[in-house]
């Protein structure tokens, strides 16, 4: 049904903020027969055109970077101390292993207080960041003739089928990216209009690459590509869970950097209506996607919206998706990349 070496793959190589460069070797690599151009801006976004019938322009972003780390400090003992590229809860970190990327990758593993030396006031402390370091077995002397300050740091974890789900590190945004090379080789036919796929960096971090793209493109239809909360586990309610496993890709509505066209969300349910593709309706109340980026970095705006994947423990290294939604995303994406010249698209 999809391709999981693919994304064990694109999941399991490390490409912190900033930093892509593995990542993008291997989306090249599975590209570079398929599209008609290829551009890398001077970011490190990935810019691949398929040229389309007409002169109009769609955009699509699926961003290639994974929360991670960066190093800050390695103190006398060979303990090293790291900042944050991305959002993280600093509880998931505990008894996790790491990379730390230098002039080779060295293995690491999150360290903290023991809870054997924990008072009853340690006890009740929510952990942070700057409760853990990262223990390598190395002393200083021989760590830095490896790494740095500086070194990018990523996490350790290996891509496992578990029943109809996928499980593994850096879901978010691989997942996509997955998406968005397989809807590229799956499109046989020219479409409508000239439509770059563009694998951004950067946006754990700000949708940066994404918003330099978009600049550069100036694309009149937009989407973005991305995962998204699938809190459908105990504990949640119905009107708290966004999205969940099983229930098809999501459309998205909202999130807290866009508010998607009206227009496309209309559209979108409509070519899945017709396509006979399992959707669910997205509202994610915190978090923002590069389909910010696509819709209003460019003069005048695009008309965008984004398909979305029902994703549950985001932002973890257990995060999982349900392959039916991983298949339905790509179906979704390149039915409504290929009608997009059949809808009306005037303000009604």
Same mark, same amino acid.
């Given at each position: 049904?999809?391709?999981?070496?693919?994304?064990?793959?694109?999941?399991?190589?490390?490409?912190a903020p900033g930093h892509e460069n593995r990542v993008r070797e291997v989306v090249l690599r599975e590209i570079k027969s398929i599209v008609d151009d290829i551009n890398i801006d001077n970011m490190g976004n990935i810019i691949a055109l398929k040229k389309g019938i007409n002169d109009k322009k769609v955009m699509i972003a699926a961003h290639m970077d994974e929360i991670g780390f960066i190093v800050t400090h390695i103190d006398d003992k060979g303990f090293v101390y790291f900042?944050?590229?991305?959002?993280?809860?600093?509880?998931?970190?505990?008894?996790?292993?790491?990379?730390?990327?230098?002039?080779?990758d060295v293995i690491g593993v999150m360290g903290s207080k023991p809870i054997h030396l924990m008072n009853a006031a340690d006890r009740l402390k929510v952990p942070t960041i700057k409760d853990f370091f990262i223990d390598t077995g190395l002393s200083k002397s021989q760590l830095e003739k490896i790494i740095e300050v500086g070194s990018t740091i990523t996490r350790e974890r290996k891509l496992i089928e578990?029943?109809?789900?996928?499980?593994?590190?850096?879901?978010?945004?691989?997942?996509?990216?997955f998406i968005l090379i397989e809807m590229l080789k799956e499109m046989k036919e020219k479409p409508p209009y000239d439509t770059y796929a563009v694998f951004t960096v950067q946006e754990e971090i700000?949708?940066?690459?994404?918003n330099v793209s978009s600049m550069l493109i100036n694309?009149?239809?937009?989407?973005?590509?991305?995962?998204?909360?699938?809190?459908?586990?105990?504990?949640?309610?119905?009107?708290?869970?966004?999205?969940?496993?099983?229930?098809?890709?999501?459309?998205?509505?909202?999130?807290?950097?866009?508010?998607?066209?009206?227009?496309?969300?209309?559209?979108?349910?409509? &070519? $899945?209506?017709?396509?006979? *593709?399992? /959707?669910q309706l997205e509202i994610l109340p915190a978090g923002g996607?590069?389909?910010?980026? =696509?819709?209003?970095?460019?003069?005048?705006?695009? &008309? $965008?919206?984004?398909?979305? *994947?029902? /994703?549950?423990?985001?932002?973890?290294?257990?995060?999982?998706?349900?392959?039916?939604? =991983?298949?339905?995303?790509?179906?979704?994406?390149?039915?409504?990349?290929?009608?997009?010249d059949s809808y009306n698209w005037k303000f009604v």
């Open positions: 049904m999809i391709n999981t070496k693919l994304l064990a793959e694109l999941c399991e190589v490390a490409g900042h944050t590229l991305g959002g993280f809860d600093p509880k998931t970190l505990t008894a996790q292993r790491v990379i730390i990327h230098g002039k080779e578990m029943g109809d789900c996928i499980n593994c590190k850096s879901l978010d945004n691989r997942v996509s990216v700000g949708i940066r690459g994404a694309p009149d239809f937009g989407f973005g590509l991305d995962t998204t909360i699938a809190w459908d586990t105990p504990g949640s309610t119905k009107q708290e869970q966004v999205s969940a496993l099983g229930e098809g890709a999501c459309i998205k509505i909202m999130d807290s950097s866009t508010v998607c066209d009206y227009r496309m969300v209309s559209y979108m349910k409509e &070519i $899945s209506k017709k396509h006979k *593709i399992k /959707t996607t590069d389909t910010s980026g =696509v819709q209003r970095m460019n003069p005048g705006g695009a &008309i $965008s919206g984004a398909v979305s *994947i029902p /994703t549950r423990h985001i932002h973890q290294v257990i995060e999982m998706v349900h392959k039916e939604d =991983v298949r339905g995303s790509i179906d979704l994406l390149k039915a409504c990349v290929e009608n997009l």
